[in-house]
């Protein structure tokens, strides 16, 4: 993998993703849903988890249950997968071209994580990838009124670090959040390319 290219960019912040972006956690949460579905005697694809990376768990059980037509309680699955992640926290480890932009930017400029993600497991992933403490600004997908691709998540992250969006860099991994971070002004950067995935 090759560094990530900041050259080119006027930046006062960075706002960086979580999932996929700061830490690899695709197999966990994968493993996590496909464990609740299966108890509930659903089939979750991994092909099909793949291509919905970037949703909230609010959207991406919303796009399973109108594209198989199955009824499930998402409350419960939502509980469950939870559990499975939890249990699973020690198999995720840290994207290092984006880590090491994050350990080398803390206490230089503001920094912040923008997650679709619940802050519980937010939290715990930073925590255990070790890289909790370089951001004092953590938004998710709790704290808005709605998640990525809408602006909600970089706008509030912007306002938390007192710098305008225009002014933040935005690291990202997915569809919805480089549009989420256009819409909301911001400057991104898919870190895909680097990282030699697909967009």
Not at 87 to 96: F, K, N, T, V, Y
Not at 113 to 138: C, K, M, N, W
């Amino acid at each position: 993998m090759s560094d990530i290219d900041l050259a080119g960019h006027d930046f006062d912040a960075v706002i960086f993703d979580c999932d996929g972006t700061l830490a690899d956690t695709a197999p966990v949460h994968y493993r996590a849903f496909q464990t609740a579905f299966a108890a509930h005697g659903l089939d979750m694809k991994r092909a099909w988890y793949d291509q919905r990376v970037g949703l909230s768990r609010h959207l991406l059980f919303e796009a399973f249950a109108r594209e198989t037509g199955a009824t499930f309680d998402a409350k419960a699955i939502a509980a469950e997968s939870e559990e499975v992640y939890a249990a699973h926290l020690g198999d995720i480890r840290p994207i290092e071209p984006v880590a090491a932009i994050a350990r080398r930017l803390h206490g230089k400029m503001p920094l912040a994580v923008a997650s679709a993600g619940q802050r519980r497991i937010v939290e715990a992933t930073l925590q255990t990838i070790g890289l909790r403490d370089l951001f004092p600004v953590i938004v998710t997908v709790e704290d808005v009124a709605h998640g990525k691709p809408a602006p909600d998540l970089f706008l509030l992250g912007a306002e938390k670090l007192g710098v305008a969006p225009e002014c933040c860099l935005v690291l990202e991994d997915s569809d919805e959040g480089l549009e989420a971070a256009h819409r909301a002004g911001a400057q991104p950067i898919d870190v895909r390319p680097t990282l030699g995935r697909t967009q």
